[in-house]
């Protein structure tokens, strides 16, 4: 049974940082593209950023471009999203997911796997 737990979420002010994390089992992502999703109230899920099987590439959406880092550990199974200078706007669900199908990596139509996902709020 495939799992993805995303854990690293919480609370923080204006400024701040949090590094979210994606552990995978009963599926090994080493192959696997990866990516961060987020979903605020009232809003459509965005994607936030994607990395390929090696980390070497990575795509972010424009909004948290220079803030947010994705990132992977193959050997742990695990991918992180380490997110820096946090606004209000990047209150959201935050869901990892896996197993792309080959179509754009910000479309949570190209991915089979979900994780529950992590809450993050972010206060002024």
């Known amino acids: 049974q495939v799992q993805l737990v995303e854990s690293g979420g919480g609370s923080v002010q204006v400024g701040g940082s949090l590094r979210l994390s994606c552990a995978a089992s009963g599926y090994t992502i080493s192959s696997k593209y990866m990516a961060w999703f987020r979903q605020a109230p009232g809003k459509e899920r965005e994607g936030v950023a994607g990395?390929?099987?090696?980390?070497?590439?990575?795509r972010y959406t424009d909004s948290v471009k220079g803030r947010f880092t994705v990132s992977r550990d193959n050997a742990k199974n695990t991918v992180y999203l380490q997110m820096n200078s946090l606004k209000p706007e990047d209150t959201a669900i935050y869901y990892c997911?896996?197993?792309?199908?080959?179509?754009?990596?910000?479309?949570?139509?190209?991915?089979?796997?979900w994780g529950h996902g992590t809450q993050v709020t972010v206060s002024s």
């Open positions: 997911a896996a197993h792309a199908n080959g179509g754009p990596w910000y479309d949570g139509a190209t991915f089979k796997y």
């Open positions: 990395t390929d099987v090696a980390g070497a590439r990575t």
